[in-house]
């Protein structure tokens, strides 16, 4: 059963900041791996997809790695911003299947 | 365009009533997904739809729980004779179809209280 983890839990860190999400998950099998943003009370916004052939993905000032062998993730946000205070999701798809699998999530404050 | 749309936005019932979620895909979507997001839980998957079958229901946490979709469009979740513990939010999600390179995309959910 894939499981996936997400470090650390919870992150403060003063604007400007450039900063790492980790994300990491026991089975390597997958077809691909997507970030999200959710915001309190609301759903969940796609940040990134990273397709299992791609190392990563970048868009504005998010990049994303994969590492597929190692099972692992990166979600890196360069000049954080107090609007970029969320909780970062990371979610895997499997062989099995076609849903998404969750991490945990990191809950993200960026003070200004 | 319209994103995922899910109605009600909040509901709030009696333990033993049943209750209907409905979501909205995105337009064209052909893959629907639920999902639950409760805090001892985390977010968990519950079913998958292509098109109006449903493939993929391993995640429903029992037989209380059903969903439908009709005219590949629009899905209903269902849940009868609610308990405390189905208390969550539950999400909607579509993609446009189930190949790997389709993103899914999210509705802003249903938050479902059971006193």
């Known amino acids: 059963k894939q499981e996936v983890t997400q470090i650390p839990a919870a992150l403060s860190v003063p604007e400007g900041e450039n900063l790492v999400l980790n994300c990491s998950f026991t089975?390597?099998?997958?077809?691909?791996l997507q970030w999200f943003r959710q915001d309190p009370g609301k759903g969940l916004t796609s940040l990134l997809l990273?397709?299992?052939?791609?190392r990563e993905q970048t868009s504005g000032r998010l990049n994303a790695s994969l590492d597929k062998s190692s099972g692992r993730s990166t979600l890196y946000i360069a000049a954080s911003q107090p609007g970029d205070s969320a909780t970062y999701l990371c979610?895997?798809?499997?062989?099995?299947?076609?849903?998404?699998?969750f991490g945990g999530g990191t809950r993200l404050m960026v003070k200004p | 365009g319209a994103g995922v749309s899910q109605s009600p936005s909040n509901k709030v019932t009696e333990k033993g009533k049943d209750v209907e979620l409905r979501c909205d895909p995105i337009?064209?979507?052909?893959?629907l997904y639920w999902y639950r997001q409760s805090l001892g839980q985390g977010l968990e998957f519950l079913i998958y739809?292509?098109?109006?079958?449903?493939?993929?229901k391993s995640g429903l946490p029992s037989d209380r729980f059903s969903a439908e979709r009709t005219g590949g469009s629009v899905s209903t979740l269902t849940i009868q004779r609610t308990q405390q513990e189905d208390s969550a939010v539950y999400l909607c999600?579509?993609?446009?179809?189930?190949?790997?390179?389709?993103?899914?995309?999210f509705g802003p959910g249903t938050r479902l209280t059971v006193l």
């Open positions: 999600a579509s993609s446009f179809s189930r190949e790997s390179y389709n993103e899914q995309f």
């Open positions: 089975d390597s099998a997958i077809y691909n």
């Open positions: 990273i397709q299992s052939s791609q």
């Open positions: 979610a895997v798809r499997g062989n099995a299947g076609n849903m998404l699998t």
């Open positions: 337009s064209g979507h052909t893959a």
């Open positions: 739809f292509q098109g109006n079958s449903a493939p993929d």
